[in-house]
Structures are given as C-alpha cells and as structure tokens.
C-alpha cells in the first residue's frame, strides 16, 4: 500500500529558530499534500494545501510567512516553521492523496522552548 | 463549510464488548472513511466506504456507509486492549480537496 513518510517524528527547538519537516510519498507519486496540525485531544486541523510547482494554499488564519511550504517534487513537500515560538509546539502531521485514497506521514511532535 | 458530528467523544469499555460509534453530517459525502489514531502517530486507514449502504468489515471492524449518504457508522467486535485509540470518520469535503474529520471517539478498553 501508499506509503507517507515523515521527518523527523519529534524536533525540540529553541524560541527565534526555524524548523524544517519532510514529507515524502515512497511509492507514488503525489502532485498533492496536505499539512494538519492537531492539538492536544482535538481533531486534524488542516493549515495549508501543498500543489506540485505551485504555490501552496493556506486556510485562514494561517501566517504563510510563518509556516512555509515547498513542495519541489512528486515525492517531497516540506514544512518550514519559521522563527518558532512556544505557541507553534504541536503535532504537524502531513498527508498525501493518491488513487486509493488518503495517506497520513506518522506525525512531527514539535516542541518550542 | 461541511462538517461531521461524530459521537461518542469518548468510550470506557471492558475488553471482550463490542463497540459502536457513528458519524452524521448535514451534506452527502461520497466517500467515508474511519481511521485510527494511536498516541503520538499519525492517522491509519481502516475502513473506506464507496458506496451508499455498503457495508465493509475488516476483521473484527465493520462500517457501513448510510443509504442518505449523510451518515456512517463503525462497529467493533470482542474489543482487545490493543483497540484502544482515538477513531476519527472523515470525508474528501475540503475546498482543497482535503479530508474533513469528525473530533474523533477516544476508545479505552479495561483488561
């Protein structure tokens, strides 16, 4: 079956600095990913839309100069948090569609100290 | 937008009951999907649902997918300590093309 692979599975970083999660599809190709992020006893809460070539397409209230996004191939798209603070500490989780439905990467556990 | 109200919020069952959870929503969906998600990972696939009435098991889970296609409901049998997890539905009803999710059942199961 599609396989979606994430990195890395938990990141602790410090205030002011930028933090980069990879998504990769490892047996399909996915011109589309998407970027959740989910608090704590909360559902999936999608933040942005990652297109192949393209610019992404964040929801509201989303900062996309916070939250950068590249998705450079079919198989790759990339979560750069930027200058984080302790309030972005959650868990981004990414997600890629392919014919047999929806993949999810296994989680980025993101702490901001 | 679309939304799914998923219910119960949580479930305290003792190992070896069966389990039922459901998942409505005011709009049709074509698709229905339940997933499972255990503590620090990413959501897993479990049963995907095409077609209005269909009915779909997978091991001790069964779903079914709602004749008005507006709601879907998964059952789990003999429940195992290893069933515990939170189980969210889901639907391709974003504007991006994206998954909704229902908030999700978090199941506990007593050994």
């Known amino acids: 079956g599609a396989v979606v692979s994430q990195h890395p599975s938990r990141v602790i970083c410090k205030s002011g600095t930028s933090v980069k999660i990879e998504c990769r599809s490892l047996d399909f190709q996915a011109t589309t990913m998407f970027w959740y992020r989910q608090f704590p006893k909360q559902s999936l809460m999608l933040m942005a839309t990652?297109?192949?070539?393209?610019?992404?397409?964040?929801e509201q209230g989303v900062e996309k100069d916070k939250f950068l996004i590249n998705h450079a191939s079919l198989t790759l798209s990339t979560l750069t948090v930027t200058s984080a603070h302790p309030e972005d500490s959650s868990f981004y989780i990414c997600?890629?569609?392919?014919?047999?439905?929806?993949?999810f990467g296994s989680g980025t556990r993101l702490t901001v100290v | 937008g679309q939304q799914l109200n998923q219910s119960p919020q949580s479930m305290f069952i003792q190992e070896g009951e069966d389990v039922s959870m459901n998942c409505t929503s005011s709009?049709?969906?074509?698709?229905w999907l339940w997933y499972k998600q255990d503590p620090g990972e990413g959501p897993v696939l479990l049963i995907a649902l095409y077609k209005a009435g269909e009915l779909t098991s997978n091991g001790r889970l069964t779903a079914q997918f709602g004749i008005t296609r507006k709601d879907s409901f998964l059952n789990i049998s003999a429940s195992i300590p290893s069933d515990v997890g939170i189980y969210f539905c889901?639907?391709?009803?974003?504007?991006?093309?994206?998954?909704?999710f229902g908030k999700g059942t978090k199941l506990s199961v007593k050994p």
């Open positions: 997600s890629a569609s392919e014919d047999y439905g929806y993949t």
């Open positions: 889901a639907g391709p009803g974003g504007s991006q093309g994206n998954l909704i």
């Open positions: 709009s049709i969906f074509n698709t």
């Open positions: 990652s297109n192949e070539g393209s610019k992404a397409t964040y």
